[in-house]
């Protein structure tokens, strides 16, 4: 790997640095060549501090260390992007990340789909929507619903029309995530099971 440390004559280059699991950017700092042999060696984000003058290794006075699990450079050999676990907040004022965000796996559309389905559960007027309805109907329709679709998906998968399937599979993941909710579970909790799984 080739990084050029020379480019802004500082011998620094930017690090972005983000969660290897929940993909969130947690904080941006500066290596020297030093900082980058160190962090090699100890597997423990260390840094070149431009405000003390010296090498600072992530977590050496918080215990909140960010132990390496995968570094790239980009395309200009000038910015690094370590993927690392985090032990604890990342910023120093206590928060996950340095923008005050909570670092939290995201699933794009089907993270919004389930706040979505969350508050039709919450809602007291069963007609007010098709979720709220089965939520009203109980555990035993939700359940049903979620066998219909995965049948019509297995029977779609059998044929040559994508449409359907696809259909049918958004159907089945739909049902599927009101069933989650019904139980009081999400799509994180899934995560983690297949993420100890994978371990």
């Known amino acids: 790997m080739e990084i050029n440390f020379n480019k802004n004559n500082d011998g620094l280059v930017p690090v972005i640095i ?3 699991s929940t993909r969130n950017v947690l904080m941006l700092g500066y290596m020297n060549e030093e900082a980058y042999a160190k962090t090699l060696e100890t597997r423990k984000v260390t840094f070149f501090s431009r405000t003390k ?5 992530k977590g050496e006075e918080s215990g909140n260390f960010l132990t390496l699990i995968d570094l790239k450079v980009d395309c ?3 910015t690094l992007l370590i993927q690392a676990d985090p032990e604890g907040p990342t910023c120093h004022k206590g928060t996950d990340t340095c923008w005050g965000e909570n670092n939290e796996s995201g699933y794009g559309f089907f993270s919004v ?7 039709r559960q919450q809602s007291a007027n069963a007609d007010s929507s098709y979720v709220a309805s089965l939520f009203a109907k109980g555990i035993n329709k939700i359940a049903q619903k979620v066998g219909e679709e995965a049948v019509e998906t297995v029977i779609e998968a ?3 029309n994508e449409e359907l399937f696809l259909n049918e ?3 089945l993941l739909f049902h599927y995530l009101i069933l989650l909710r019904a139980k009081g579970y999400s799509l994180k909790d899934i995560e983690k099971v297949l993420q100890d799984r994978h371990r």
């Open 169 to 171: 599979s958004a159907d």
């Open 76 to 78: 200009d050999n000038d």
């Open 113 to 119: 789909l389930e706040a979505i389905i969350k508050s």
């Open 158 to 160: 059998k044929d040559d």
């Open 53 to 57: 003058g010296r090498l600072w290794t």
């Open 18 to 20: 983000q969660d290897a």
